[in-house]
């Protein structure tokens, strides 16, 4: 009995941690300057940053729990956080998990991979910038797990179709698991609909007041930063992994073969396609009126209408833990600048930094940047825009560049598995190391680190 005490402790061992600490925090003294509901704000934060980091429960479970604190710490009305868990921005994340879905039951993903294919030919090289470039582009549209769920059973045939062992081809598998996952991270911040951490922020600026970010608006500020690191990343890729073989004329042989079988598109898939362009086609040009979110509902109901998927497919596949984890962290994040948390804190940042901070905007830029790079190597990518966003843009300098430097440098979880979805899924493989993902990570992250200051200092604010 003891021992299974002792264990059940030690199991559960990060969740004793975050309720010791949380219950600290609630006996200690206000700070000066802060208010009692932004200290417990803070309080709550700092409890779910444990429990997010630790994983030692649930992620949705910790959702639930962000609730639940700021009702029974009288931060706000239950009526009122009931609202902030459903905006706009949580409608879009809802609706674009629906509509990967509906994609990937239309089998658009084999016609995908025949395509890939034609177009690269069997050289080695030439399908890692393929699967490079491919998923870097198609992530920048619907999302990096849906895109490397749909390549990744491609690049593993191939791997394994090879006539060698493939425990023998380390660089290969890393050269082409790699480009896969790091073409989709880096797409990820070139579209709102590239990563639910993108809408959170478009919903942040617009609730906060600071400014209305449209698709199109969001895609002049960012696919550009996106596109001019394709060659370089390609570059880092093929030299930090040289394959053992130069070219794949068999598997990929054995693949076309393959995907061949399935026949021309049909016509479901063709109508699945239209659909596609028209609901980014409201992106583009209707999100000013009626909202991203709405426009992806609305893409889900001609899915729906069409019978191009059905609803039993959608409730089954649908990942509603994480809606329901983004729906939370947007909820706090909202209190964090209600409760004047987010101030007080951006206000204490620049007090430590002293004159450097307030005098020189670059400073606050690398600051931002670099804090931010560092902590979504640790936690999710959409926690940290939801946590560190409100604070961030009550830096001083513009509250739109500020935003959208935390949005875009939360892509830039290159360094760890957990910096990702895509880092996850190709970790699950069991093909690659921790230290696979710092040897090639940290130069993927310098990059994109040099190229994001860049644009601070010399594109994005000729576009205010």
Known sequence: MIRAVLYWFYQKRWLLVAVIVGTVMLFLPVPDGLTLAGYRTLAIVLVVIILIVSEAVPLPATALLIAVLQVILGIDEPTHVAQTYMSDSVFFIMGSLMLAVAVVRQGLDARLTLGILSLTGTSVYRIMWGFFIISLLLTSFMGEHTIVAMLLPVALTLIRSTPEDDTELRNLTRLLLFALAYGSVLGSFGTPSGGARNAIMIGYLSDFGLAKVSYLRWIVFAYPLMLVQIPLGGYILGRTFKPEVASLSQAVFRLKQKVAEA???TPQQRLAVILFVLVFLGWVFLSDKIGIGIVALAGVFLYLATGLVEWQDINQRTNWGVVLLYAGTIS????????????????????????????????QYAFVVIITTIVVNIMSPSATVAVMGPMFMNLGAEP??????????????????????????????GYLKPKDFLRVGWRFALMSLIFLMGALLFYWPRLL
Request: without cysteine; hydrophobic residues 60%; aromatic residues 8%.
């Open 263 to 265: 026949g021309p598109l």
């Open 400 to 429: 739109l560049l500020l935003g959208m430097a935390t949005a875009v440098a939360s892509a830039f979880g290159y360094m760890t598995a957990v910096g990702s979805a895509a880092g996850m899924i190709i970790a699950s493989t």
């Open 332 to 363: 706090l994040g909202i209190q964090l600048k209600n409760t004047g948390a987010a101030v007080w804190i951006a206000d204490n940042f620049v007090g430590l930094m002293g004159s450097l901070m307030t005098q020189f905007e670059v400073v």
